[in-house]
């Protein structure tokens, strides 16, 4: 469809605002567990989608062990991919930590093979991935995640951190959007 002649619209809810925060207090429980005799996690957040993720996440796990960081990744333009990944960010010395990588969602999984490619370069002493969710779809670049919060159908999402064109961020819940003729 002709991008000037159509504009995104919000679809059915998927996972209301509770639903939501009952899987991440879910997956803060399976965290703690999984780096439970660990001396250092290094949490690499990726920019925008996956903050608001990482802030409730985190807001339900004592960070005495975690140290957040925030890295800048982007594969698509608006809701097409176009098959190239920018990061930008600090991802410093991981050699003495674990890493965890936390994004908002595992598409066609070029962004987390992406990001992964470059922390495996710091050497760090494990590498683990987080979604807040996972879409059915086919994948261009297998990834194996660690922690999911929920699972969504192979449609275009947006809300709880995930935007269409910078759109849609804001909404509390996660939803599809439908492409609509104007
Ligand atoms: P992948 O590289 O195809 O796995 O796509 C992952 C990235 O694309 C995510 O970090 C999101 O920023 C973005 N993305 C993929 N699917 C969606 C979606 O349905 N809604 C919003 N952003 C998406
Ligand atoms: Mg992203």
């Known amino acids: 469809?002709?991008?000037?002649?159509?504009?995104?619209?919000?679809?059915?809810i998927l996972l209301t605002e509770s639903?939501?925060?009952a899987c991440i207090a879910s997956l803060a429980e399976q965290i703690k567990?999984?780096?439970?005799?660990?001396?250092?996690?290094?949490?690499?957040?990726?920019?925008?989608?996956?903050?608001?993720?990482?802030?409730?996440?985190?807001?339900?796990?004592?960070?005495a062990k975690f140290e957040?960081?925030?890295l800048r990744a982007k594969s698509y333009n608006g809701a097409e991919s176009c098959g190239q990944i920018?990061?930008?960010?600090?991802?410093?010395?991981?050699?003495?930590?674990?890493?965890?990588?936390?994004?908002d969602i595992y598409d066609r999984g070029r962004t987390l093979s992406g990001v992964l490619q470059i922390v495996k370069q710091g050497h760090p002493q494990s590498i683990r991935t987080c979604v807040l969710l996972e879409k059915q779809t086919t994948r261009t670049e297998l990834v194996s995640i660690d922690f999911v919060a929920a699972q969504v159908p192979d449609c275009f999402v947006v809300g709880y951190g995930l935007d269409y064109d910078g759109q849609y961020r804001e909404l509390p819940f996660i939803a599809s959007v439908d492409?609509?003729?104007v």
């Open 179 to 181: 492409i609509v003729s």
């Open 68 to 70: 957040l960081r925030y």
């Open 19 to 21: 639903a939501i925060s």
């Open 86 to 103: 920018e990061i930008n960010g600090r991802i410093g010395d991981v050699s003495d930590a674990e890493v965890l990588i936390v994004d």
């Open 1 to 12: 469809m002709d991008r000037e002649t159509t504009k995104p619209k919000v679809g059915q």
């Open 33 to 63: 567990a999984a780096y439970d005799s660990s001396d250092k996690v290094i949490v690499l957040v990726l920019l925008d989608g996956a903050k608001r993720f990482a802030d409730e996440l985190f807001g339900c796990i004592d960070l």
